[in-house]
């Protein structure tokens, strides 16, 4: 058992062994958030220093699958594969997953406490990893595809604090962006964003992933509201708005910039053609 400095709860080891599984976390302070499903495989091969990987998944909340579909890219570059799941029934709506918990659903405007963003959840669930298994990263990789993405690029954006080395968000619908004259979720407007907090956010290791031909301007999933569209007319033009808004947010700020976009040949709206290019990014080669 770890006992944490910052006054939350003690950390559980959780049931975590070589192969493939799912266990069952809540560890969570107070204990008034629903559980997560969390799905991963362990290579048998792994060394001690093998990365540690979070795989986000998708719209349709299916981490088992995301799990599954990673399984042989983790065998081959030898890293733990973590795919946590925010099933339907306990994480039903956008403002759960994609936005993170990030506003409190009770009160109009009003941003949750920190404890309390989903973010924070990813960050303890790490903690307990670390201390049920050998492995030393004192980081991880980050990825998130489509919803996940979006998870993903708030995570960097919200909690830069949190121990992720590498993120990497593909094919975002839209973004929250980095800039303080469009409200939230669309932008940072009256958002728990202080500029210290940003400037940190702006020199992650962020990559924007994006498919070569994810530019479908009526997929069926794609938001279209007026905020969305001034971000562009599909995924494509979506994501590079989204970073060109960070350089100049950097530049503003004077820091270092960070992020940066990938582009996968030939790609659509689909993890599996993503998910090679991700997972080089995600151990840094």
């Known amino acids: 058992m770890r ?10 080891p959780v049931a975590i062994s070589p192969g493939i599984g799912s266990f069952l976390f809540n560890q969570f302070p107070g204990g008034v958030y629903q559980p997560l499903i969390v799905h991963y495989f362990w290579p048998k091969t792994l060394e001690e220093d093998a990365p540690i990987v979070f795989v986000m998944h998708g719209l349709l909340r299916d981490g088992e699958r995301y799990r599954d ?3 042989q890219l983790a065998d081959k570059h030898s890293f733990l594969l973590i795919a946590p799941e925010f099933h339907h029934e306990s994480y039903p709506d956008v ?11 009770t009160v109009d405007n009003k941003f949750s406490p920190r404890q309390n963003w989903a973010f924070a959840r990813i960050e303890r669930l790490f903690e307990a990893i670390q201390l049920s298994t050998p492995f030393v990263a004192e980081r991880f990789g980050i ?16 909690y830069p604090e949190a121990s992720f080395e590498f993120a ?10 980095p800039c303080r004259n ?7 407007a009256e958002a728990p964003v202080c500029n210290v907090r940003l400037a940190r956010a702006l020199k992650q290791r962020l990559i924007i992933l ?6 479908d301007e009526r997929h069926h999933s794609l938001r279209r509201s007026p905020e969305a569209l001034e971000q562009g007319e599909h995924r494509l033009e979506r994501g590079h708005f989204f970073v060109e808004t960070g350089r100049l947010a950097a530049e503003r700020l004077a820091v270092p910039f960070g992020w940066k976009i990938e582009t996968v040949p030939k790609a659509k709206h689909c993890d599996s053609q993503m998910s090679t290019a991700a997972a080089r990014c995600l151990i840094g080669r």
Do not use: C, M
């Open 3 to 12: 006992s944490l400095s910052d006054g939350r709860p003690e950390i559980e």
């Open 69 to 71: 579909g990673w399984k």
């Open 95 to 105: 403002e759960d997953y994609n936005l993170a918990g990030l506003l409190d659903q």
């Open 143 to 158: 990825y998130g595809h489509s919803a996940g993405a979006q998870f993903v690029h708030r995570l960097v954006l919200f």
């Open 168 to 177: 990497v968000a593909a094919n975002a619908g839209w973004y929250t962006l």
């Open 182 to 188: 469009t409200r939230f979720p669309y932008g940072l």
């Open 210 to 215: 994006l498919g070569e031909e994810d530019n």
